[in-house]
């Protein structure tokens, strides 16, 4: 299982950036899908996160901004991100609750950070 990050970039404060990240590979399901960032000098922090039946999770710095969803037969997840900040730039990671088939337990699977600079 591999998740692609993508959609990162530079942007001026007040603008939007659209983060996708996919799953590829076979014989998986997903639970929870997520966005952490990490700031330089900083602790990885959850963003969002949304379940398969599409509940979702807010850090409160995000909430009103930042929308996440799902598209689960893509084994996809988007973090639509608009008035930005210059405290949100970071890098972004993309998580995923992975259970392979014949098993019961979810493994935690991350994707490559994108970064996202907010300029002021």
């Known amino acids: 299982v591999q998740l692609q990050a993508s959609g990162g970039g530079l942007v001026q404060a007040g603008g939007s950036l659209r983060l996708s990240c996919a799953a590829s590979?076979?014989?998986?399901?997903?639970?929870?899908m997520g966005w952490y960032r990490q700031a330089p000098g900083k602790e990885r922090e959850l963003v969002a996160s949304?379940?398969?039946?599409?509940?979702?999770n807010y850090a409160d710095s995000v909430k009103g901004r930042f929308t996440i969803s799902r598209d689960n037969a893509k084994n996809t997840v988007h973090l639509q991100m608009n008035s930005l900040k210059p405290e949100d730039t970071a890098v972004y990671y993309c998580?995923?609750?992975?259970?392979?088939?014949?098993?019961?337990?979810?493994?935690?699977?991350w994707g490559q950070g994108t970064q996202v600079t907010v300029s002021s």
């Open positions: 998580n995923a609750g992975i259970v392979l088939v014949r098993t019961t337990w979810t493994t935690p699977y």
């Open positions: 590979g076979s014989g998986f399901t997903i639970n929870v």
């Open positions: 949304i379940t398969s039946g599409g509940s979702t």
